[in-house]
């Protein structure tokens, strides 16, 4: 039994003396080989640079950013190494300020270099920058000659302007999209598509431009006007109509005013602008819209309206000049073909349809002054009339405004009182939202949009 043990013992031995002999063996292999690589590392500017530039292909982007810092040491001004040591950290991930540092070197001492600009481009087809890539691409060619190289340099040019190309088309596909989401009175829709966008793209202006208009559609004017200024910064050819920001400017100032919180773009969106505030429940419509007579729509996250179907709704007219003119939409297929359904009190209007001692006469009888409520459809941007009727309530407060629809035809029903039926151009199936004209105030609760 003991024979056996030691023979096991004896046998451990031999197997723990081998394998420290191995790794002795092996430790001194890759120390040998360690040292091999120190003692053959390129020493000299331009074998640390073609090293550098096998490491890069090699994927070793950290060492090869390494390499080209050292060619640097020894010759600061090397353009290659410049260029190489950006493209390396691009690859390693080591920020964009020290990418752009070297970049910016580099083309400071040759404005012309190929290399340099090839990455310039590169570097603003990735933020969205298009316009920037395709002067950097003509500037390189400009500066390729017929050095040896010139002809791999050319293709590998011409397929970043390919690149480019396709980015410019997929940025005008982007903004027709919101362009035709608007124009269906898909406003939040379109504020996502030209988000997502820009999201991959930050860098273009023209994006940053759509974007604010689209913002400034759907009521986000504050979003808007600071979009519109960084439009402005990236290009200044791309930039805003100055009236558009302008405009802009006020509803922002105006937004910034109003009291509760915007609306949610997820329940409520915009149309023609204006100021759109919750107040609770409450949804308060302020500033001037951008249609016929300072119109603004606000539109529900609500399905369309079959062609039978009742809009009811609470409104409140605040003050205002000429008066508040507020109510509903009704029927609308699209931001150029739509029906409106609403009140007002004016008394410039109300002075029209009665002579002084009525007028006053009217105001005793119902401790309150004459209200309407009118009919109209836009098309195509301009507004056209189609009935006006006599309307009573309260001179402040709220009143009831009920739309029946069937078909072409509409009965408005103010605080209970039945008006006459309107027959219109058209089935009136489509969006229903709310409206305002002018520079007034106004207020809508419950809003209920039943199918028949």
């Known amino acids: ?74 010759a600061p001004d090397r353009v290659d190494a410049l260029v190489g040591r950006a493209r390396a950290r691009r ?174 773009l997820e329940r409520w969106w915009g149309h023609r602008g204006g100021v759109w505030r919750l107040e609770g429940e409450v949804v308060a419509g302020t500033g001037k819209g951008r249609g016929e007579f300072d119109l603004a729509l606000l539109l529900p996250a609500v399905p369309r309206a079959g062609p039978e179907h009742t809009i009811s709704v609470d409104v409140s007219l605040g003050p205002g000049s000429p008066g508040a003119y507020a109510g509903v939409v009704v029927g609308a297929r699209g931001a150029d073909d739509f029906y409106l359904v609403y009140v007002f009190h004016d008394l410039s209007f109300a002075r029209t349809r009665l002579e002084g001692p009525e007028l006053d006469a009217y105001r005793r009888k119902h401790d309150a002054w004459p209200k309407f409520v009118r009919v109209a459809r836009m098309l195509e941007g301009r507004w056209q009339h189609r009935a006006t009727q006599n309307a009573a309530f309260g001179d402040t407060g709220w009143a009831s405004l009920r739309v029946e629809v069937r078909g072409n035809e509409l009965t408005p029903v103010v605080n209970g009182k039945r008006g006459d039926a309107v027959r219109l151009d058209r089935p009136l199936d489509g969006r229903a939202g709310l409206a305002k004209f002018y520079d007034t105030e106004a207020r809508w609760r419950g809003l209920r949009v039943e199918e028949r």
């Open 1 to 74: 039994m003991r024979a056996s043990r030691r023979g096991r013992v004896d046998a451990a031995a031999v197997l723990l003396g081998v394998t420290f002999v191995s790794s002795a063996v092996a430790a001194a292999l890759l120390w040998r080989a360690h040292q091999e690589r120190v003692e053959a590392r390129p020493t000299g500017p331009e074998a640390l640079v073609a090293e550098g530039q096998r490491l890069l292909d090699a994927g070793e982007a950290a060492l090869a950013a390494t390499r080209f810092g050292e060619a640097l040491v020894a």
């Open 91 to 264: 690859a390693a991930e080591a920020g964009a300020g020290a990418v752009r540092d070297d970049l910016d070197r580099a083309l400071a001492l040759a404005p012309r270099d190929p290399d340099a600009l090839r990455l310039q481009a590169e570097l603003c087809l990735e933020r969205g920058d298009l316009r920037g890539a395709a002067t950097a691409l003509d500037r390189a060619l400009e500066g390729v000659g017929a050095a040896p190289g010139a002809g791999a340099t050319v293709d590998a040019l011409a397929d970043l302007r390919r690149r480019v190309a396709e980015a410019a088309r997929a940025e005008e596909a982007a903004i027709e999209r919101a362009e035709a989401l608007l124009g269906a009175l898909e406003g939040a829709s379109a504020v996502q598509a030209l988000e997502a966008a820009r999201a991959a793209a930050p860098g273009s202006a023209a994006l940053a431009a759509a974007l604010a208009g689209t913002l400034g559609e759907v009521g986000r004017a504050e979003q808007a006007l600071r979009l519109a200024e960084e439009a402005e910064r990236l290009d200044p050819d791309q930039a805003l109509d100055p009236v558009a920001v302008d405009a802009l400017r006020l509803d922002a100032q105006a937004a910034a005013r109003a009291p509760g919180a915007p609306v949610p």
